[in-house]
């Protein structure tokens, strides 16, 4: 008998900040690996931007986030950040999304972060964010953002997310993105 006969097994993504760009290049093959290694089933990769899909029978996430960090270091020698979020938090962060996913020339962005500081850090810029360029709202545990198309790292929000002290406490990733970790 399998070692998880009898154990529910839940669907899990992974989300990795910052691979395949600025030079640390992983490929989706080795992604896999690692994930398997680890012991996760059914492990899938969506896009190359970091996003792993995997079932685990385990439901402590703190504890999968760090195992996968290590393995992740270990294996590609990086400092790796990684948000693990099962597939019901992520249709309700999706399903939530308060602005239109659809608006013409403008981008639906979600930011995660579990720090609460971090959320209300960056909530707190909102008040001077030009409406025209983008605009945030809250979430549970995110950060809503939309902002016009080709003014992602230009923009004041932008350029707030991207700060390197932001780094191992947040990762953005386009709403449509979240949807094919859905399907």
Known sequence: MPPHYGLSMTRYAALLRGINVGGIN???????????????????????????LFDSDRDDVPTLKSEIESAL???????????????DTIRKIVDD???????????????????????????????????????????????????????????????STGTPKLKAFTTTRNLRTLLKLLK
């Open 26 to 52: 992983i490929k989706m093959a080795d992604l896999r690996s690692t994930f398997a290694e680890l012991g996760f089933e059914n492990v899938k990769t969506v896009l190359a931007s970091g996003n792993v």
């Open 97 to 159: 999304y308060p602005f239109d996913p659809e608006r013409e020339g403008w981008h639906p962005y979600v930011l995660v972060t579990p720090d609460p500081e971090v959320l209300d850090t960056l909530l707190g810029i909102r008040d001077d964010l030009d409406p025209e360029v983008e605009r945030v709202q809250a979430g549970d545990g995110v950060l809503y953002w939309e902002v016009e198309r080709g003014m992602t790292l230009k923009s004041k929000f932008g350029k």
């Open 73 to 87: 270091r270990a294996d590609f020698h990086y400092e790796a950040w990684v948000f693990v979020l099962d597939l």
